[in-house]
């Protein structure tokens, strides 16, 4: 259903988009995991489009959702060579946007996700105009860019004093949306950078990524969750944020063990958390059932030790040893899981050389990628159909891994 110049209206369906991050299959798996979408589409790279039955708050939602940009809702679409039309429906939602956010000056931007060939600069000057016409004094937020980064929406506040609304093309057609939330960079910087205990050697995961593997598990909050190479605590701080009540958390160092304890009480002061339970143990991976009772735990999300990051390296030793490593501790996780618990790992894929073999007997290894969206240009994933994470130019890559227990 599309808006009409008189009045807009917004779709029947509860028709969302969301900007992922810079890996696709990645942010997908994620975001289809959590929410309970259908017809789910990638629009471009980094734009999917699916509907929900049930509204959410889509503020609270993305905190939740580390591979997230933007969440935001379809409000109407119009032939792509409908350009009048285009700026009637614009001028419409912008103008209830407007009415309804009170008085002062009212900000607005556009961001341009897919090919749409858009003049987003006559569009925005159209608009400027328009408020000028019912006395509304307001400000045209522009960047370099096709769109706007959260950073430029929250600074210029325009989902607070304002709009950004957002233009994508399918098949023929332009969708327009508003943008409802945005990813939390601040949190996610402070929780990376501003922790007290931040140690290369134990542990460099960003936030964002153990969010996604949480995610991934796809447990219930009174599930109980270990983290066998906790290095600083990253996935244990984001579980508890996530409201996971039940932790664990173990490594052979007991400098991860105090960097992990440091990290939590300075979460736990914070966010003025208390209601989940941790215990620790300066254990080894290998020893699991020797400390943790069987079939007790529902879900592992660990990364574990990947290997020397530093020197000259002789892959073929350092891959064997992991391999051997992984696998005694994989056989460990197997007997603490309970029957179809989970275990969601990073594996590390060494620039040119082959990715790692570890045993994994007892385990199905799991597509975390939606069946709908496997055939997207946009996805990609390896041979065994895990989700490769990292920058080019990376020496060391992470493979993510979601394995099942039969």
């Known amino acids: 259903m599309i808006a009409?110049?008189?009045?807009?209206?917004?779709?029947?369906?509860?028709?969302?988009?969301?900007?992922?991050?810079?890996?696709?299959?990645?942010?997908?798996?994620?975001?289809?995991?959590?929410?309970?979408?259908?017809?789910?589409?990638?629009?471009?790279?980094?734009?999917?489009?699916?509907?929900?039955?049930?509204?959410?708050?889509?503020?609270?939602?993305?905190k939740r959702l580390g591979g997230i940009i933007k969440v935001g809702r379809i409000v109407a679409e119009v032939p792509?060579?409908?350009?009048?039309?285009l700026a009637a429906i614009i001028q419409d939602l912008a103008g209830t946007k407007q009415a309804n956010s009170?008085?002062?000056?009212?900000?607005?931007?556009?961001?341009?996700?897919?090919?749409?060939?858009?003049?987003?600069?006559?569009?925005?000057?159209?608009?400027?105009?328009?408020?000028?016409?019912?006395?509304?004094?307001?400000r045209f937020v522009t960047s370099r860019e096709k769109t706007l980064s959260s950073v430029v929406v929250t600074q210029n506040k325009l989902l607070t004093r304002g709009i950004e609304i957002v233009l994508t093309a399918d098949n023929g057609q332009l969708l327009i949306g508003e943008t409802l939330a945005v990813q939390p960079f601040k949190d996610l910087s402070l929780r990376d950078y501003g922790r007290p205990a931040r140690d290369d050697l134990s542990g460099m995961l960003p936030p964002k990524l153990a969010q996604i593997m949480i995610n991934l598990a796809q447990v219930p909050e009174n599930a109980v969750i270990i983290d066998p190479f906790c290095g600083s605590g990253t996935i244990l701080s984001e579980a508890a944020l996530l409201g996971y009540q039940h932790l664990f958390g173990s490594?052979?160092?007991?400098?991860?063990?105090?960097?992990?304890?440091?990290?939590?009480?300075?979460?736990?002061?914070?966010?003025?958390?208390?209601?989940?339970?941790?215990?620790?143990?300066?254990?080894?991976?290998?020893?699991?059932?020797?400390?943790?009772?069987?079939?007790?735990?529902?879900?592992?999300?660990?990364?574990?030790?990947?290997?020397?990051?530093?020197?000259?390296?002789?892959?073929?030793?350092?891959?064997?040893?992991?391999?051997?490593?992984?696998?005694?501790?994989?056989?460990?996780?197997h007997k603490i899981l309970k029957p179809g618990g989970r275990v969601v790992m990073v594996w590390p894929i060494y620039y040119g050389?082959?990715?790692?073999?570890?045993?994994?007997?007892g385990f199905k290894m799991l597509d975390m990628v939606p069946e709908e969206l496997r055939r997207s240009p946009f996805i990609k994933k390896?041979?065994?159909?895990?989700?490769?994470?990292?920058?080019?130019?990376?020496?060391?890559?992470?493979?993510?891994?979601?394995l099942e227990k039969d």
């Open 80 to 85: 792509a060579s409908d350009r009048s039309r």
């Open 102 to 138: 009170g008085s002062g000056k009212f900000n607005f931007g556009f961001s341009d996700y897919g090919q749409t060939a858009v003049d987003k600069k006559n569009l925005g000057l159209s608009l400027k105009q328009y408020f000028s016409g019912r006395g509304v004094s307001s």
């Open 251 to 333: 490594d052979m160092s007991p400098k991860a063990i105090n960097d992990t304890h440091k990290n939590i009480a300075w979460l736990k002061e914070l966010y003025k958390l208390d209601s989940f339970q941790l215990k620790l143990f300066t254990k080894k991976a290998e020893n699991l059932s020797k400390f943790i009772k069987s079939e007790s735990i529902d879900a592992v999300i660990t990364e574990p030790y990947l290997g020397p990051q530093r020197g000259r390296l002789e892959f073929a030793a350092v891959i064997k040893n992991l391999e051997a490593l992984y696998s005694s501790a994989l056989q460990e996780f």
């Open 4 to 62: 009409s110049r008189l009045r807009l209206r917004y779709y029947d369906d509860m028709t969302y988009f969301f900007v992922l991050g810079t890996n696709t299959a990645l942010s997908a798996a994620e975001l289809t995991a959590v929410l309970p979408l259908r017809a789910a589409r990638l629009l471009a790279a980094d734009f999917l489009v699916a509907e929900n039955d049930q509204d959410f708050q889509a503020a609270e939602i993305i």
């Open 382 to 402: 390896s041979d065994r159909t895990t989700i490769i994470y990292g920058r080019p130019g990376q020496k060391v890559y992470r493979e993510i891994v979601v």
């Open 353 to 361: 050389e082959r990715p790692l073999h570890p045993n994994i007997q």
